[in-house]
């Protein structure tokens, strides 16, 4: 057995260092005990044996290994060490194993590194800086409890943020200290060492109080975004059950003057609308608003132009879709770009999206099988899909499938019979209805799935066309029909 000591929790080059030694001797997994420090380990009453000689030649790995096992060894897991090098034998001896989802250690650590990735952003997010006064000038002081070994990973985030400021950052693991031009750490602090609040939080409350829309009010979304543990650190929250005892008062205040909006209430878009669109894109890659992105392996946005006229809002990403990060790229996808064509709708004039950011599905075996998003789900979701249609405004957008018009209209409507058809979105913008293209991939004879591809193709060109003919009155008309059908 072997004996590894490493200088701390998150000492990754310590990792590597030896890892790759290790590897190099033809070292296996099971005859390698890791430890911080002198913390004590497994080899309890056995003694550590000498390396033997490396025997083989230096070896390489992807640099996305690299990436991963860097953010999966700040996971609190004491087998966080041992699982890596496992993987890195692995990887070494078959790189394409990266690429298979389905194998058990990949996805484990994937998850450690997820949840790691998940821990830096809480932090980013919710740690709070309480101002005191040291030697007649102000110092910014915070307390945090982070769940993985994340706090030298994120100091530069705070650097750079906060470069003006004399802070420091208290946690039971360590503390940093900045003062304007360095960066030192320190022992692990105890929560009485911080300050418990300062007279900016008056202020800060009441700004919160009044950005609170209670017409936007989801409880479980927001405590999976917010769990309480995090309260107890954040002035603002002290707010929250009293703002969420008072929503439906001034939701209903809200209903009360909807007559006095005009129905249609289209803004501007914002001037650069890439800009808006990179920086929502970054905002959703960490989106955790339901459960599905623990089990995605990313969340897989939209695309196109951002001057596109027509907006194609489909269900979720499929099994590729999910690997690569774009949508419709697989199957369906490449019946929706045959369809394209021979409508004569180029795609690289369409932004093109989902309704749900996640994949969703079922694994059986290696086997990553579709399985439709709830409506809790694609309620969630809908607020990404709400962001892009305000920042690109589409001058039509054209929804495939049931769950592409739940999201856009918050009703339950089937397409069926209605495809082809339109109707007015809430905010004034014509919506134009089809079937999903992987509707047709189960049409169960020949017959059916060329029949529907051809309706399909006119619904394509349909939407074309109704780009310069849909009128008001006669949207509105569907509108009143289809919604008296849900």
Not at 26 to 52: I, K, N, S, T, Y
Not at 438 to 447: D, F, I, M
């Amino acid at each position: 057995m072997h004996r590894v000591c490493l200088d701390a929790p998150d000492d990754f080059e310590g990792w590597r260092t030896q890892a790759r030694r290790l590897a190099q001797a033809g070292v296996p997994p099971e005859a390698v005990v890791w430890q911080v420090g002198d913390a004590p380990g497994d080899l309890f009453g056995v003694e550590a044996q000498a390396l033997p000689p490396a025997r083989g030649r230096p070896f390489t790995v992807p640099k996305p290994f690299v990436t991963l096992a860097e953010q999966a060894l700040l996971h609190s897991d004491p087998q966080r060490f041992a699982l890596l090098y496992a993987l890195l034998l692995k990887v070494a001896a078959n790189p394409a194993l990266l690429g298979d989802r389905a194998d058990p250690l990949l996805r484990r650590v994937e998850t450690m590194a997820s949840t790691v990735r998940r821990d830096i952003h809480k932090m980013h997010a919710f740690l709070r800086f309480r101002e005191v006064e040291e030697g007649g000038q102000p110092r910014f002081i915070a307390w945090y409890e982070p769940e993985h070994h994340i706090l030298r990973a994120n100091a530069g985030f705070f650097v750079d943020r906060f470069a003006a400021m004399r802070w420091s950052i208290l946690t039971p693991q360590g503390t940093l200290h900045w003062d304007g031009e360095t960066l030192t750490e320190g022992p692990p602090a105890r929560r009485e060492e911080a300050p418990k609040g300062d007279p900016v939080e008056a202020a800060w409350q009441t700004y919160y109080s009044a950005i609170f829309n209670p017409a936007r009010l989801m409880t479980g979304a927001m405590l999976k975004e917010m769990p309480r543990k995090y309260w107890k650190n954040m002035p603002e929250t002290a707010l929250v059950p009293g703002l969420i005892a008072d929503a439906r008062r001034r939701e209903l205040a809200m209903i009360a003057q909807a007559p006095q909006v005009p129905r249609v209430t289209r803004h501007a878009p914002p001037q650069d609308r890439g800009a808006a669109l990179r920086l929502l894109r970054e905002e959703a890659a960490e989106c955790q608003r339901c459960g599905l992105c623990s089990q995605a392996t990313q969340t897989v946005f939209g695309e196109g132009p951002e001057d596109a006229a027509i907006m194609v809002v489909g269900e979720q990403p499929g099994d590729q879709e999910d690997l690569a990060g774009r949508p419709f790229i697989g199957p369906a996808g490449a019946l929706f770009d045959r369809a394209l064509a021979q409508a004569g709708v180029p795609r690289d004039r369409l932004y093109v999206t989902n309704a749900v950011k996640h994949f969703k599905f079922e694994q059986r075996g290696k086997h990553r099988l579709h399985a439709r998003p709830n409506v809790g789900e694609i309620d969630a979701c809908r607020w990404w899909l709400d962001q892009e249609r305000a920042i690109l405004r589409p001058r039509l957008v054209l929804a495939m499938g049931k769950t592409a018009l739940r999201a856009l209209t918050g009703q339950n409507i089937s397409i069926g019979q209605e495809a082809g058809q339109g109707l007015m979105l809430a905010d004034g913008t014509p919506c134009r209805l089809t079937v999903h293209p992987s509707h047709l991939l189960r049409l169960p004879s020949q017959a059916e799935a060329e029949q529907g591809f051809k309706r399909y193709v006119e619904d394509l060109r349909g939407a074309l066309v109704g780009l310069d003919q849909d009128s008001a009155e006669g949207l509105e008309a569907a509108t009143d029909h289809l919604q008296g059908m849900s």
